[in-house]
Structures are given as C-alpha cells and as structure tokens.
C-alpha cells in the first residue's frame, strides 16, 4: 500500500484558512507537510472564536492542521532565513498565502526557491492573484464574496445579496491549490519539471460559479435570483413547508412527477392539460404550487422524506448541522475521524477527505501540532546543532 | 511542454454536471476525453434551460464539454456493450455518475472493469455513495444542499433556510473527483496499481462546510446564522449600503479599524474606550455599528472600495455578474477563455481551469463536441470496422 503522496514533503508557509485547508488535504494523501509558524502565537487561526476551552488549539485550527508537524521560524533573522533555504532544499512543495511578494521581499520568491530547488513545486494562494491589478488589495472570504457576484445569486428577487454562511471562497480556493499541487506532481513524475503555481481566490470563484457565469456569457443576461427553488424552476422543485419542518423537493420529469401526485393524493392534477409535462407545469406554476403546497403542509418532514424517495422523487428535509452529523448514513464510513487533541484532553472529529477508495483512501488520524512542537527534530533533520540550533530554538520561542 | 495529463484516455459515462465538469478540469490539464452519451438525445445537459438559440448546445453543455470527444453509443445492445468494453481496455479512468448499481448490472462495474483493464482508476460520482444506507435515493443539488445543512447557515437568525444560488454542491462534487482522478494516477505513477474511487455529493458537502462542522463537532453548538457580517463577527466586518450600492468590508483588527475611521472622518471613535480593541468593539457593536453605518452611507460604492483598499482595509462593491466579469481584472488574464461554437455560429467565453502556472497551464481552446461527432473515428480507432462498425453507428443514430 502507497499513498498518493506518501513521501512528499510539504512546506507550508500559509496560515487562517485556504492553506492550511489545501495542506490538509495532501496529509490525508499521506505527504509529510512541515508547517512554519511565526514565533510567538503562531498561527492566528489558532486563536479563532477565542473560546478558552480550546487554548491555542481552536477546532478548527485542530481540523485543519491535524497530522502536520509545527516549526517555529523567524524568518526576518539571518539564521531563521537560513533554515528556510535548508528546508525549501529539502521540500517537493512549498505552499504559501501571504499577500503577493511578501515572501520575494525576504528572498524565497519563485525565482530564488526554484534556484534551491529546481524541481521545486510552489503555490501562490492570494486574494486576486500574484499578477492581478488588485493584488495589493487584502481579502477575506466575505470581501471574495462580494466582489464575484457570489452573494448576488442567493436569495429571491426581492431580497438583498446574501452570503454564503460559511467561508466557502476560501474552501474552495484550497481545495483548488490542492488540486494544482497534486497536478503538478504527477506532472514532475513524467516530466522531472517543478511548476509555479498561483491560485486566486476571485478567479477560484469564477470556476465555482460556473454554472451562471456560463449562462451569463453566453446570453449577456443576469441570472435572476431564484430563492429556494430547485434549478429546473419547476413549480414541484422547491422548498416546502411541512406540519413541522421545511423539506426540499425535486419532482422535475413527468414520472417525478405522476409519483408525487400519487403520493400526495392529488392523482387529479394528472389528468390536468396544464400539467401534462414540465413546459405546462412550468407555465402554470401560479396554479400548480399551491394546490401541491396544501397537500404537503398535511406531512410530517420526516415521514414525507422517507416515502418520496421510496418512490424515486428526490427530497430532504431542510436539516441543521445537528441533524445531519448525526445521521445514520455516516456509520461505519470514515468521512469524520476521531482523533486525540492533546491539549484538550480529549477526542474530536475532523473531517476526512471526502471520497473512499478501495485501498489507500485519504487518511491521518494524527493529532495537531502544538505551536512548535517540532521545531527541534526538524532543525536537527536539517544539520542544525550545537550554538547555532540553540539560537534558532531561541528566536524560534513560543508564547 | 507536458501537461500533467497529456496522453491520459479517459473514458466518460457522465451527464449533466458534476461528472462533466469533473472531466471538463481533466481536458484543461491535456487529458483525451471520450463522452459516451446516449443515442438519440444524448446528455440532457444539452437542452439546459431549453433555449432554442442554442440548440443542443447549450451554455453549460458547452462549458463543461468543450474539448471533449462524443460517442453515441447503446451500452444496451451487445455490440454497443463490446465497443464499451474495448474502449475499457483503452482507458487510463473511467468517470460514471450513474445511480450506484446501475453500471455494474450492465456488467461495468468495478470488478468487472478491473479485470478488462487491471491498471484502471474507476470514479463513481453519486448522491450518497456507493455503499450508504442512502444510496438508492435519488439526489439533485438543491436537495443535497437540504440534506447537508447548508442552507441553514445562509441568512440571518430571523430569515428561512436559504439555498446558495447555483449548483454549489454539484460543482464541488465533480472537482472532488478531479481531486481524487489526479491523486490516483499520481499513484499509479508511483506504483502501477489502479483505484477505485467513490464520490459523494453528501461527504463532499461536509469537507466544504468544514469550517462550520469542525466547531459543531467540538462544541455541540449549531452555529448561529450571521447574515452578511463576516466570520469574524466584528461590528465592521459586514455589508453596508452607500449612496448606491452595497458593500462589503472587513475591518477587524485594529490597524484596519483605525484606517477605517480615518477614512470616515470618524477619528472620535479611536479615542473611545470602548472600541480600543476588537473584544471590546464586539461587545459595543450595537453602538458602533450605527456610527459607521451613517458615514458610509455618504459615499459611492466604488470610490470607497478603492479609498478602502488603498488603505489596507479589505472592502469590495457587492457586484452581480455582469460587474465582476467585466472587471479589469481579468483583461490579459486567462481565466476565462473564448471558444468556437460551430452549431451556434459564434464564439462564446467559458471557465479555463481556475489557476495559473508558469508552464503548462490549465489550458484548451477546443470546441465543444456535437452529439455523436465522433463516433465513427473513436469506433474505428478500437478495431471496428465494415459490418459491425455500420451496425453501430445504426444503433448510435442521434436526432
């Protein structure tokens, strides 16, 4: 058994959100990431939510760099940049997201890294690209959300722009640094050549939206904003809502559809001209949707869930986090894994890496690093000892 | 020059969305895509939003399919089964999206794919998994996002749940299996041996909402909903209506706060003692907020999206499409590229891959392919040829 990535080294000079994010997921691939942390507090994310119970360990900090080694690194003093250029010799990857040419200004731009290690693979993950007018500008996921036209498209017509309730631009444009990443090792595996590689968070959202952005050009149009109906707009594919909660359905083809009238007991709207198929449907919506609406409201979420999919009608109910953690449908896969956070003295579940696989699946049930915890046997590893690794331990302190 | 996938076969039996743009990502990196579809009307895709200017081509067919090669094939009748089968032998990953069952009671499972090419990587792509007490229900984005809890965390405390606006899940899903296709034919590389990989809308949606599950998972607390502030939930981290339009800004930490004030000819607030620091600026949001509320009130979007971010402040004008795409930004960019349409007699502009690299970038300009355009080529190419390659093309007509 050979994980993906197994025997890779990572370096990883990113910290919040989107890099540590992608490193995580090439530690589930089995690479080795060396994460380096600024003396001090470390890692801000550390700190997210700021809930004492957690410390410097906040969830998700604990989800994002478990399985990851922590160096701390004062890369402004002559021998922090000198472990540095030790540790980009040893490395396949070096990943990084601070604003673009920060890491050029203190020497370990692509140009002198590549110089290191010239098969070296680096990703570049910013705001608006390394190369962008805008890439001066900060960012955030929210600000990202803003500028795409991502919040725009959440919502019904009369509604103002809603974000997404969750850092999603950041998610994604991780997952799509990951993505590069492991492109670009296959590529060096059949090639011998590194890459540079420079991820943006305002183009990762274009590819995101596809979908409308699609439309949008070909049609010049603005997508209208839909609420909460399904993409179809079919009258039946929407939310509705039941005696207790609200549930999403599907019934978009005639044979969805005959089976939710059956269902319903609204066998008449079949013989209905109107209703014969999905053009009529859609153009009688006004009529159709109430009628469907009253025979849901008589249901129990749940109940309805279970007997429209029994049926092959797509449906959900609207769950919380709550609900959906805790659904059966998880048990015996591994799309959580527990593992041991050390400092909180007890167990959590991270998130896997999302797919299954029938040997080598993405996997690491090991624990966060504390804030430097591997400073030392990384800088021995590297040839440091003696006065020289005593100084570097010693501008390396941690809070 | 070699892109990380040129001269990878891969062998596609997916419709609509997730599983076409997962191979669409797989063209832009140089891989040769074989699209089987089905005779007479092919992917459904084609039809999307039933525009008759656009044929069978639609924008998102076009968009996920560009550069693609189509077969019409009949997987149902013998011979199109012996032609599925020699294309199996020919491929390097084969890509289905079909319900879980459905390809291996045609007798393309894994299993049997396996043994026809022992070196092949076969990614399933499905609602809820190959294996989950799920599997049989039927899934569409807006359902999965139901299910999943995301659209209970869009919107405020007060609003309903909330839907993203375009097919989020679905999207993710499909560069999930991009994911995972590239980091097994990374281990192939590295170890000869093929993969089975098994997708799921459901654990796709987990790792994208990580960040909201993780501290779930470690605190039991379904996080309450923010609306349009940003995850810092700082007073002025949100969106904010000008003169004209709304607009998103993120000042959190206190340098960012003291530009802003300045800025904002609100140079009082900085004295207050209240607000000196971000804790306290979180306490007394509720007599901050108003405050900088009415000063932005007094200028247009745009200027002080730029006066914002000349001053460090992250900050971006809450755009629709049709602003962010003709954003200078992307002038000289290729995030998107323009292609040829033959059916529709013009050019259109679809989603490149998302990221930049020096060399070998995510990169094709081809059109996409009409229904069944390759047939024959792709027929003959595995050996048919006279009777049974006539036979075939019978059996593939298209409409």
Not at 21 to 38: D, H, M, N, P, S
Not at 203 to 215: E, N, Y
Request: with cysteine.
């Amino acid at each position: 058994m050979t994980a993906a990535l197994q025997g890779i080294k990572v370096l990883d000079l990113t910290h919040v959100m989107s890099g540590p994010f992608c490193t995580r997921q090439l530690v589930l691939l089995g690479a080795e990431v060396i994460k380096i942390e600024k003396p001090g507090d470390g890692d801000v994310m550390r700190y997210y939510g700021h809930d004492p119970q957690f410390g410097r360990n906040s969830p998700n900090f604990v989800g994002y760099n478990a399985g990851k080694r922590s160096v701390a690194l004062d890369l402004t003093t002559e021998l922090g940049a000198e472990a540095l250029r030790r540790l980009v010799a040893d490395a396949d990857v070096l990943v990084e997201n601070f604003r673009p040419g920060v890491l050029a200004a203190r020497g370990f731009g692509w140009e002198e890294c590549k110089a290191i290690r010239p098969n070296l693979i680096y990703c570049s993950i910013s705001g608006y690209g390394q190369e962008s007018i805008l890439r001066d500008n900060p960012a955030y996921d929210h600000i990202a959300q803003a500028m795409s036209g991502l919040m725009s498209l959440q919502g019904g017509p009369e509604d103002p722009p809603i974000k997404a309730g969750f850092p999603l631009i950041d998610t994604f444009s991780g997952y799509m640094a990951a993505f590069a990443i492991v492109s670009a090792l296959l590529r060096r595996e059949r090639t011998g050549e590194g890459q540079r590689l420079d991820v943006s968070m305002l183009d990762a959202s274009m590819v995101l939206m596809s979908s409308m952005i699609l439309k949008y050009n070909a049609t010049g149009v603005v997508p209208p904003r839909v609420g909460n109906k399904g993409f179809s707009l079919s009258a039946t594919a929407d939310m509705f809502q039941t005696k207790d909660r609200p549930i999403s359905i599907g019934a978009n083809t005639d044979k969805q559809f005959e089976a939710l009238c059956k269902l319903l007991k609204l066998e008449h709207l079949l013989e209905d001209p109107r209703y014969a198929n999905a053009s009529g449907r859609w153009e009688h919506a006004d009529t159709l949707r109430p009628v469907v609406r009253e025979a849901i409201a008589e249901w129990h979420a749940e109940e309805l869930e279970v007997a429209l999919n029994r049926v092959s009608v797509p449906a959900a109910v609207v769950r919380d986090l709550a609900g959906i953690v805790a659904h059966p449908h998880f048990n015996g896969r591994d799309t959580f894994q527990t593992i041991q956070v050390p400092s909180w003295g007890r167990e959590t579940k991270v998130l896997n890496g999302g797919f299954g696989a029938d040997a080598d699946a993405p996997n690491s049930d090991l624990p966060p690093p504390d804030l430097g915890e591997h400073t030392e046997d990384v800088l021995r590893s590297i040839g440091f000892e003696g006065e020289e690794l005593q100084q570097l331990l010693a501008e390396g302190q941690v809070q």
